[in-house]
């Protein structure tokens, strides 16, 4: 398989993309909607297009996988990683005065689903490392989003850094960022908040919400919290945050 890894700024343009990738379905739909991401992806695109970069398949011609980074700013300390994690991210990158940064903060890694299974994620990874190296952000930081967890939506998520046997982790996410050398740093409790109308939630989800109370949805990492008075449902979902080390 011979894939590059260009950046946005390196490939400008719409590049032709693998169909799979192209699904709505590679995410729960309610991702889709985090009011942060929907204000701001012009802006990580546009102003950060050096951070942003693909799996490209030369043979096909084709992207088939993305990555997205932003720039931050951190002191290395845990307690100062925000508990607002992926969200606190985007949101100060943006914001007028933010502080110069000094390392680059992972946003996701999504992989066309035929090329999964390949290891081409600790690839990704490397690559987004060396993206901000490249840029003099010798840190990445990652709001990581452990892959298996909405099997699990009622664990804690301070809980589920389950380890095998063997003594890596269960989820394969998190594996793989500490097989690269991450370590967890702490559970970000609210890294993406979505609040919508019942409504909307039931359209997302194909389910119905009769009454008020928490209720487990596919694909995400906690219940959805659904009150029919004020007619909304609110999504706080909890990442993980790692560090990887400095290069
Ligand atoms: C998460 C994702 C990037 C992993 O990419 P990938 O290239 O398939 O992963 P790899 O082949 O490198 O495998 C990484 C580890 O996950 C395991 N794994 C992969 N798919 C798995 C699955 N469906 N169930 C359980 N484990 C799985 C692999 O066995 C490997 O672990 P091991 O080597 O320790 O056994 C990819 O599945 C994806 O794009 N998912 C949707 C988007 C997403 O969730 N991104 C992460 C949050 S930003």
């Known amino acids: 398989m011979a894939l590059q890894f260009p950046t946005r700024a390196e490939r400008p343009g719409r590049l032709p993309h693998t169909a799979s990738l192209e699904e709505r379905s590679l995410w729960p739909e309610s991702l889709y909607h985090d009011p942060v991401m929907e204000r701001f992806l012009g802006r990580v695109i546009a102003e950060d297009a050096e951070f942003q970069f693909y799996a490209w398949d030369d043979e096909r011609e084709q992207v088939v996988g993305a990555g997205m980074a ?21 949101e100060a990158r943006f914001a007028g005065g933010a502080p ?6 992972a946003l ?24 901000g190296r490249d840029h003099g952000l010798g840190t990445l930081i990652a709001p990581v989003r452990p892959t298996l967890k909405d099997r699990y939506p009622l664990t804690p998520m301070e809980r589920y850094s389950w380890r095998r046997p063997d003594g890596t982790h269960f989820d394969p996410w998190l594996r793989t ?25 039931e359209e997302w989800t194909q389910m119905a919400f009769p009454e008020t109370g928490a209720y487990v949805i596919p694909g995400a990492l906690v219940p959805v919290e659904i009150d029919r008075e004020r007619d909304e449902g609110l999504y706080v979902e909890p990442n993980v945050w790692m560090v990887h080390p400095a290069g």
């Open 108 to 131: 996701q890694i999504l992989i066309a689903p035929e090329y999964r299974g390949q290891s081409l994620s600790a690839r990704m990874i490397r690559r987004m490392a060396e993206i």
């Open 70 to 90: 932003v720039p931050a700013s951190w002191d290395g300390g845990a307690a100062s990683l925000p508990d607002a994690g992926l969200d606190a991210v985007v």
């Open 177 to 201: 960022h500490e097989r690269l050398g991450a370590e967890i740093a702490k559970v970000a409790p609210q890294s993406t908040t979505i609040p919508a109308a019942v409504a909307e939630w």
């Open 100 to 105: 110069e940064p000094t390392v680059l903060c």
